[in-house]
């Protein structure tokens, strides 16, 4: 099985010929394309945040969880008051086993407003800190803010 690094190389053509790029073309995956065409975008606007939105979707999916976790960085920098982009943060930190910061994460996507109990309990990329006493600690906190909307 390949590692993340081999997976996730910069798999730029050569300059070389118009074969060899075409070549490199028919070789790629729609992954690698999606994700060398964000790239160039960013190259040009590296605060375009509906594009970091999609880089991080495809890195998450090609299972790239360190480049993933660089453009959650970035986007929850941008985008400081939005809850999905916090969970997202958390999201790439549980798959890193970075239990600490994806707790924190995960708890400031429920202070902003996240609220889909249903997602946080089933989504596979939290599995390694599901069992943690802080998780159980968010998983309360929203299901009281639930509840909370319920009665309004």
């Known amino acids: 099985m390949a590692s993340e690094s081999d997976r996730c190389t910069d ?8 074969d060899c790029c075409l070549s490199t073309l028919c070789k790629r995956s729609q992954l690698d394309f999606e994700i060398d065409f964000f790239e ?26 360190r480049r993933a976790l660089q453009v959650d960085l970035r986007l929850s920098q941008l985008r400081p008051r939005n ?9 790439s930190h549980a798959l890193l086993s970075h239990m600490t910061e994806s707790l924190a994460a995960l708890d400031m996507a429920v202070e902003l407003g996240y609220d889909d109990l249903g997602h946080l309990l089933s989504d596979p990329d939290l599995e390694a800190i599901r069992r943690h006493i802080g998780f159980r600690r968010v998983l309360a906190k929203l299901e009281a803010a639930c509840a909370a909307t319920r009665l309004v």
């Open 11 to 18: 798999a730029s053509p050569d300059a070389g010929s118009a």
């Open 40 to 65: 160039r975008i960013l190259s040009r606007d590296p605060n375009y945040a509906e594009v970091l939105v999609n880089l991080g979707d495809l890195f998450s999916r090609k299972g790239c969880h």
């Open 83 to 91: 809850a999905t982009v916090f969970y997202n943060l958390a999201c």
